[in-house]
């Protein structure tokens, strides 16, 4: 079973996925984070969400990435349902790699270790530990493997972060706030990152963030307001 998952994790066809958002909405007690929000992504498409504070665009993100479950209206990936999905962590693992304003990298791991936990469900030791140093050299950190998050800078951890969340090969990748704490300088190394690795495999992505940079990089820029996707 192991030996079997490992190939399809290896085998997994190159390219982006399909999203389709419909009517979705979501409300937190009586706070309405997304209001009747539709919004379609073509494969392969690198699409910037920005907006006000507050205005839903991490919480779209999340139902986007099954993290949340909308109350209303439908998000189908490559033609599928998300919203109905009895397991939406075999969806993640399988589908979405994900990138977040803090790291969360788990502090008493290396660099490598950290970029192995995803894979720890789908293929063995070894494997693993090559699939880590791979994607530690594509971010530029091959030197950093055996490090710990303490003994790296802001935008290593966060190359780190990237390298982790391309860990399964994800057709889709979702990015909240990926440059929100870093100085200028890393930012742009991160942007440069994720555009090469969007260019190098085709995948789709969704980034949230305020930076403009990101909108400039990006092949579409979508606005939130008041929970609403505008246009």
């Known amino acids: ?13 190159a390219g982006g996925a399909e999203v ?5 909405s979501k409300q937190f007690g009586r706070v309405v984070a997304v209001r009747e929000a539709s919004l379609r992504i073509e494969s392969g498409e690198f699409v910037a969400l920005n907006g006000p504070s507050g205005c839903g665009k991490s919480t779209l993100l999340n139902m986007i990435g099954s993290l949340q479950r909308p109350d209303a209206g439908t998000i189908r990936v490559d033609g599928e349902d998300i919203t109905k999905l009895g397991s939406p962590a075999a ?34 030791r070894r ?60 930012s742009q ?8 690795i969007r260019e ?12 403009p940079e990101v909108g400039r990089n990006a092949d579409r820029v979508v606005r939130m307001a008041d929970g609403r996707v505008l246009g």
């Open 127 to 186: 494997e693993r530990r090559e699939r880590a140093v791979e994607l530690l050299g594509e971010v530029g950190l091959a030197e950093r493997v055996d490090h710990l998050p303490s003994q790296l800078s802001g935008g290593e951890r966060q190359r780190v972060a990237v390298a982790r969340a391309l860990a399964n090969r994800p057709r889709l990748l979702l990015a909240d706030e990926p440059t929100g704490a870093l100085d200028s300088k890393s």
């Open 91 to 124: 969806y993640r693992r399988a589908t979405v790699g994900f990138v977040f304003q803090l790291h969360h990298l788990l502090p008493i791991l290396t660099a490598g270790g950290n970029v192995e936990l995803p894979l720890i469900p789908t293929i063995g």
């Open 1 to 13: 079973m192991l030996e079997a998952e490992a190939h399809a994790v290896q085998e997994r066809a």
């Open 189 to 196: 190394r991160v942007l440069d990152l994720l555009a090469s």
């Open 20 to 24: 389709v958002v419909e009517g979705v």
């Open 200 to 211: 190098r495999y085709g995948m789709t992505m969704l980034v949230v963030s305020y930076d």
